[in-house]
């Protein structure tokens, strides 16, 4: 069964920090690229991230390059999203996404004062 679940949302001020997590099972993990999505309330859903199957590649939204970094570990077939310098325009739902295989459920980040 394939699962892609994430983790590590929460509540934080601007200007911190959090990681999150996407963990797949079910599919060789290694065999494809992944997307970070977000998505705010009354918002169309955003591409953030996307990395390549190698880890070797990736590209940033204008709107979070150079403060978010995106990274993988085929060995623990999991993802990563590095989020610095958080602002509030950042609140959204996070998503993780392999083409052709699924999405997750999703992690709420809420960057509130």
């Known amino acids: 069964q394939v699962q892609l679940v994430e983790s590590g949302g929460g509540l934080v001020q601007p200007g911190g920090s959090l990681r999150l997590s996407c963990v797949a099972s079910?599919?060789?993990?290694?065999?494809?690229?992944l997307n970070w999505y977000r998505q705010a309330p009354g918002k169309e859903r955003e591409l953030v991230a996307n990395?390549?199957?190698?880890?070797?590649?990736?590209m940033y939204a204008v709107s979070v390059h150079g403060r978010f970094t995106v990274s993988r570990d085929n060995v623990k077939n999991t993802a990563y999203l590095r989020m610095n310098n958080l602002k509030p325009e950042d609140t959204a739902v996070y998503y993780c996404?392999?083409?052709?295989?699924?999405r997750g459920q999703g992690t709420q980040v809420t960057v509130s004062s």
């Open positions: 079910g599919f060789t993990f290694s065999n494809y690229a």
């Open positions: 996404d392999v083409p052709r295989i699924g």
């Open positions: 990395i390549t199957r190698a880890g070797d590649n990736w």
